[in-house]
């Protein structure tokens, strides 16, 4: 079975994905637009790539069409772009 990415084209800044990794109690989230839909995400985890404007995600989705589904991805703070796999 093939993966399923969401392309992320526009999402939050550095500050936002901290304070939802940072704060899961509090119910933090994100929001990342993709082609389709405006999407809620839970961050689990947060790795920097290389220059400080990249991040590998992990979390899960909390809400529209792909609610509860975990993905990992990349993340690009610079451009507020990036690419999210769905976990199966």
């Not at 405006?38 to 792909?66: P, R, T, Y």
Request: charged share 20%; net charge negative.
């Amino acid at each position: 079975m093939a993966e399923q990415s969401v392309t992320v084209v526009y999402g939050p800044d550095k500050p936002a994905l901290q304070w939802a990794l940072l704060y899961p109690e509090r119910g933090q989230s994100v929001a990342f637009k993709t082609h389709d839909e405006i999407v809620e995400a839970q961050i689990d985890e947060m790795d920097e790539i290389g220059n400080g404007f990249s991040f590998g995600l992990k979390g899960k989705f909390c809400s529209g069409s792909l609610q509860g589904q975990p993905f990992h991805g990349t993340y690009s703070v610079e451009s507020r772009t990036g690419s999210l796999t769905l976990d199966n």
